[in-house]
């Protein structure tokens, strides 16, 4: 299993190369990021490569691209993971490459809105541009009262 904070970086470098599909920094991002993939071999180069012009073609025709990048950041987290599982030592190449990307975006493209919910004594992980905000809730919630409805139990009495 990849460790929290692995799993945090791999979010923070799927919501950074997503974040510059469409931009006038997009084709030094998509090397940067072909280039830490290839480093897992050429076969698996090329396939990100591919995906990579895909998703940004996407990104590009979308009227609503926060809507589509939103789509596409948790995929390329999940690559970004894969990479981290086979590969940790490229961690701090993987931050580096986040760190340039963020620093790179055009202002816009900085700012992200993320919700993040913890419920019943839980713990979620939220990672935008490189940080990590943890959440997490207190005790669960009392059942509803016996022969009442959950929403019942909600409504002030």
Do not use: C, K
């Not at 990849?2 to 997503?18: D, K, M, N, Y």
């Not at 830490?36 to 076969?43: I, K, P, T, V, Y």
């Amino acid at each position: 299993m990849l460790a929290e904070s692995l799993v945090a970086l791999a979010g923070a470098g799927g919501t950074a190369l997503v974040g510059a599909m469409a931009t006038d920094v997009w084709q030094t991002v998509r090397a940067g990021a072909a280039g830490l993939f290839g480093r897992d071999g050429e076969s698996r180069q090329s396939a990100v490569a591919t995906r990579l012009d895909h998703d940004a073609e996407l990104v590009s025709r979308a009227q609503d691209q926060d809507r589509v990048r939103g789509a596409l950041a948790p995929a390329w987290q999940v690559e970004w993971e894969s990479l981290l599982t086979e590969r940790p030592e490229l961690a701090q190449e993987i931050q580096a490459f986040v760190d340039r990307t963020v620093a790179a975006l055009p202002r816009a493209e900085q700012n992200w809105t993320m919700n993040v919910t913890a419920r019943d004594h839980g713990r979620a992980y939220g990672a935008l541009g490189g940080n990590v905000v943890v959440y997490e809730s207190g005790r669960a919630d009392p059942p509803p009262a016996a022969g009442r409805s959950e929403e019942a139990a909600e409504e002030p009495s």
